[in-house]
Nanobody, 126 residues
């Protein structure tokens, strides 16, 4: 079991930056995949970025590639999402997610992740 708690959301203007944090209740290193998803009102939850904690390999959705950076701090048991050049279409509730032991990151579908945080709201105004 692992509990996840997100923080760092807020309201910014387009072009601004935010850094989201996800504090885990236990060590996040080793063979585990961690990810950020987001869900806008009336839309399905979509994968934003993932990181395989064993080798720090990453994956990004096309919509955020070049603007968002996912990273991990194993000593602090914390996952981050640095979001730059934010756009109004980035407005959503952002969720941290994790798998249990895994050999690689699964496809970016919510069903592939067993542990979820409660979410943090990001609002980008034009």
């Amino acid at each position: 079991q692992v509990q996840l708690v997100e923080s760092g959301g807020g309201s910014v203007q387009a072009g601004g930056s935010l850094r989201l944090s996800c504090a885990a209740s236990r060590y996040i290193g080793g063979r585990r995949c961690m990810a950020w998803f987001r869900q806008a009102p009336g839309k399905e939850r979509e994968g934003v970025a993932s990181i395989y904690t064993s080798d720090s390999s990453t994956f990004y959705a096309d919509s955020v590639k070049g603007r968002f950076t996912i990273s991990q701090d194993n000593a602090q048991n914390t996952l981050y999402l640095q979001m730059n050049s934010l756009k109004p279409e980035d407005t959503a509730m952002y969720y941290c997610a994790a798998t249990s032991y895994a050999w690689s990151c699964p496809p970016m579908s919510p069903g592939g992740f067993g542990y979820w945080g409660q979410g943090t709201q990001v609002t980008v105004s034009s």
